[in-house]
């Protein structure tokens, strides 16, 4: 419609964020054609608002892709024009998928810094949505250096923000990561919100939480002593990851890879057939 009336602002405007939906797809191909056209429309106009967001969608690209210099490149520029525009929530939301960024890419310091840059950004801006996908990275990269309590503590800030607020993207994903720590100490009752917030994820097609929940529920089964169950379990989510790469990489799933510990240690020989694929664990034990 936009295109018949001849109104490039708008028209670029909705490519942009019709980008955004094709890399929550992980439709990278449909994404790039988009940025290109709108950022195309955009320079002649020299839209400051529109320009920032064309330049991160350039890294929300090669997030996806797994360009992750690029990305960085791209998403440190547009934080830093949003802050020097005065846009504080957009600046907020640049430096949120900017820490993921840097943690995806192996550095997990400047992840911590950046996120913790952002959910200030957003508390200061009012983006408190904004503020809990910051805290949800912050929290899957504390976990990863070993810091299980202040992980927790930023899930359960989340976990009575969602609630008050009517839940939302990263709801779910909070739950589950709140399970899975407790799901650690051999919590019953978490194993089985684990087993609901999977059935919930299912309804709602939310892979990604599909995904952690069943790794979770892998490591649970393995620990205690349900091996072929583990190996079914894992099974599925390795099938499912296989659609969000682009979002989620073998690094955030750690409770595989406690699973697959077990498994491997059950082996004939022990961890030294670890290599071999998942699936025959469940004929080889049983």
């Known amino acids: 419609m936009y295109r018949r009336l001849d109104l490039p602002w ?18 990278t191909g449909g994404a790039t054609r988009a940025a290109t056209e709108a950022v195309r429309l955009l320079t002649p106009i020299g839209d400051a608002w529109g320009m920032v967001h064309a330049e991160a969608m350039l890294g929300a690209i090669a997030n996806a892709e797994h360009r992750f210099g690029h990305a960085a490149d791209a998403l440190t520029r547009a934080a830093a024009l949003s802050e020097r525009l005065g846009f504080a929530g957009q600046a907020a939301l640049h430096l949120t998928t900017l820490g993921r960024v840097q943690q995806r890419s192996g550095a997990p310091g400047q992840a911590r810094d950046t996120l913790a840059r952002a959910i200030q950004a957003a508390a200061t801006a009012g983006g408190l949505r904004i503020a809990a996908t910051a805290r949800i990275h912050l929290a899957r990269a504390l976990r990863g250096a070993g810091d299980q309590a202040t992980a927790r503590t930023l899930l359960e800030a989340n976990d009575r923000w969602y609630r008050a607020s009517g839940g939302g993207d990263g709801a779910l994903l909070t739950r589950c990561r709140l399970a899975a720590l407790a799901a650690e100490q051999d919590d019953q009752a978490a194993i089985a919100d684990l087993q609901t917030v999977l059935e919930e994820a299912r309804r709602h097609h939310d892979l990604e939480t599909q995904t952690l929940a069943l790794d979770s529920l892998a490591r649970a ?29 073998d690094a955030d799933r750690a409770d595989a890879g406690t699973a697959r510990a077990f498994l491997a240690a059950a082996r004939p020989g022990g961890l030294e057939g670890a290599d071999e694929p998942v699936d025959q664990d469940a004929d080889r034990l049983g």
Do not use: K, N, Y
């Open 10 to 27: 708008e028209t670029a405007a909705s490519l942009l964020l019709g980008a955004f939906g094709s890399i929550m797809l992980g439709d």
């Open 221 to 249: 089964a393995a620990a205690g002593g349900d091996l072929p169950g583990a190996a079914r379990l894992l099974e599925e989510a390795d099938g499912l990851h296989a659609q969000v790469r682009h979002t989620l990489d």
